[in-house]
């Protein structure tokens, strides 16, 4: 027997993205985290990973093994503890991916989300041109309507094409900016069509059921 789907309006889950722009001393250290990308690119483990399937540049699914790299989650942490007050008291955010992406001409994000995953976020440790770059959109579920041209973008996307939602916000990066949202936010990126650097650092969060309190101490 088949179960039964009751679709719920989405203000039942009171949904926020937040953002916030990095203090001096992540500030410092952006360019280590821009040559980390660099240095990793198609290395670590998961880089086959295909949630980002069309982004050139891709560090591998659990980069945690740098220093600047530990310096900027302990940063967002305690920003995704803060998202997540007043209504979540008491999170111990536990890093389970986290990942770095450089954007080069004809790369694409189309429409996803990160369940099962709890909170997302993505940093953008450089910025060419906030003009210029490719925006991150917040977007509806791609129910198929929405069709875009992927002709252009690597062939294992291209089957893609209505892989898109309806756009519900707009958030231009700019260099030291993060951005938080729960995983279940479907979002995505359209095709780069002007060489601008565009470098971020993605990842996702669980709570640590384990070491919560009161067993903590
Ligand atoms: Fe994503």
Not at 57 to 72: A, I, V, Y
């Amino acid at each position: 027997m088949d179960g039964t789907y009751n679709y719920i309006p989405d203000l039942s889950t009171n949904t926020k993205v937040y953002t916030i722009d990095a203090p001096q001393e992540i500030m410092d250290i952006n360019h280590h985290l821009v040559n980390y990308i660099l240095d990793m690119d198609g290395l670590g483990a998961g880089v086959h990973d295909t949630i980002n399937a069309g982004v050139s540049q891709f560090t591998g699914w659990k980069s945690f093994d740098n220093p600047h790299m530990q310096q900027l989650l302990d940063w967002i942490g305690q920003e995704i503890k803060i998202f997540l007050s007043p209504h979540v008291v008491d999170c111990l955010p536990v890093f389970s991916q986290v990942w770095g992406m450089g954007y080069e001409v004809n790369d694409v994000t189309p429409a996803h989300s990160h369940e099962p995953a709890f909170v997302s976020f993505t940093y953008y440790p450089y910025i060419e041109d906030s003009e210029i770059a490719q925006p991150l959109e917040i977007c509806t579920f791609p129910d198929g309507s929405i069709e875009m041209d992927l002709s252009m973008c690597a062939d294992h996307v291209k089957e893609s094409t209505k892989q898109w939602g309806k756009t519900l916000l707009t958030i231009p990066p700019h260099t030291g900016q993060l951005v938080i949202f729960p995983a279940y936010c479907f979002h995505q990126v359209k095709p780069v069509t002007v060489k601008t650097d565009r470098y971020c650092i993605a990842g996702n969060v669980h709570h640590d059921f384990e070491n919560q309190p009161p067993f903590w101490n």
